[in-house]
């Protein structure tokens, strides 16, 4: 029709129920509605470090280890009572990749940062190495970004606004805190 109102569109028709109504009523024409579970681990679920990983450690010196990016992180989560829902491989990409972010970082500080442009002429040049670093830095965001929606989607306890949703939140408002 000619005023949008009419033939299949998206969003119409019935509602659909949520899961939680979905088991008050019982049998969901005739078959039960899929719940995914998993175990209660608790406190006696314990992530192994794996020894692999020191293959991937940096040489350079006074960059934390993956070793201690994956023990804060994993001692954390342990404390939120989720590290139980977290696919341990999440846990290596995230540390991993700050590792390498450090790693570009410490190549950035030993050489320049800007530079005389190859050209000849006075324009600037900027390090390769920094954007590599940010390209690390939003991939470990990223992983960072999925482990934190997971443990708030499932934590009992309230560990605040993520603080990025904070700082964009601040900014848009264009009051300061």
Known sequence: MANGHGGKRNGAGRPKKSLADKQMEGMYG???PKVLSFPEQGEEYRLEYPKWLNNLDSEFEGIP???EFWTTTVEWLEKTGCLHLINPDMIIDYAV???RQYETEGVIAASNTIYPSKKGD???GVN????VSMMYQSQADSVWDKI???VTQNSEKYYGDDPKQILMK???SGRPE
């Open 97 to 99: 990749a700050k590792v």
């Open 148 to 150: 934190w929606s997971i």
């Open 128 to 131: 390769p190495a920094v954007e």
């Open 170 to 172: 601040n900014l848009l």
């Open 65 to 67: 280890t993956i070793e």
């Open 30 to 32: 005739k078959r039960r």
């Open 122 to 124: 006075y324009s600037i």
